[in-house]
């Protein structure tokens, strides 16, 4: 069992997903789980969904912030979007809600950072922030775009996936646990892959009100706990 598990672990590991800004903590997680994290980023737009958009505490209540994303269209490629320079608002809405908690001071100036970046395009604004959050917590990642890498972009979605796992020479795909009824094992297994899934553990934080309020962006997360309290809880998950 144990040269098994250590034999796991020396395999490369790949895991996908669409570029979200400030996603939740399970994204994270899903990042960290792997050598390369991919950002699908020529897949098409997601209208209504969390790519620039995510929930922030104020309060003890849910506030959600929005980036517009001028001309967004289920009909485009996220990788031909950029997010509006119109930050002002969404930049003083983290800053009122957060400004008390203990990590602001080192943490608000990252989403600055991000926010006010010269380049818009969402894969590249969404890369520097994945890059940004993994220095501030001193990881180690790669993290790329799939419209830099030379892969078949033909066939079924876990074709797409199986084909770029291929070109970055991975053993192992990680999905979120979502994709359970959406992945076949067995047809990654014939092309050379595990397919495994991640699942969050029941996590709890402090988040300076009585109730807990699960799945907020990362940056109540990176407001409220240490580097150290991060960094654990980044492993706080399952694969399966």
């Known amino acids: 069992m144990f040269l098994k598990v250590l034999l796991m672990s020396e395999l490369k590991r790949v895991a996908i997903m669409q570029p979200y800004i400030f996603p939740y903590l399970g994204y994270f997680q899903l990042a960290a789980s792997g050598d390369i994290f991919v950002l699908y980023d020529n897949v098409n737009y997601i209208k209504q969904g969390y790519i620039n958009r995510n929930c922030i505490l104020s309060a003890g209540q849910i506030q959600r912030f929005v980036i517009p994303v001028p001309g967004a269209s289920s009909f485009k490629p996220i990788k031909e979007l950029e997010f509006s320079q119109d930050v002002g608002k969404v930049i003083k809405q983290i800053r009122q809600a957060y400004q008390n908690r203990p ?138």
């Open 103 to 240: 990590f602001f001071g080192a943490v608000f100036p990252i989403i600055e950072q991000v926010l006010q970046s010269e380049q818009r395009s969402i894969a590249l604004m969404c890369q520097k922030m994945m890059r940004c959050i993994f220095d501030y917590l001193g990881m180690e990642k790669t993290v790329t775009l799939s419209s830099q890498i030379n892969y078949a972009q033909t066939g079924s979605a876990s074709a797409k996936v199986i084909a770029i796992c291929h070109a970055l020479g991975a053993e192992i795909y990680i999905n979120s646990a979502g994709g359970v009824d959406l992945y076949d094992r067995e047809q990654f297994l014939k092309s050379k892959l595990v397919l495994k899934f991640i699942k969050m553990n029941d996590i709890r934080y402090p988040q300076g009100c009585e109730e807990f309020h699960p799945n907020l962006s990362i940056i109540d997360v990176l407001m409220n706990c240490s580097v150290e309290t991060v960094r654990d809880l980044l492993s706080e998950y399952r694969l399966f």
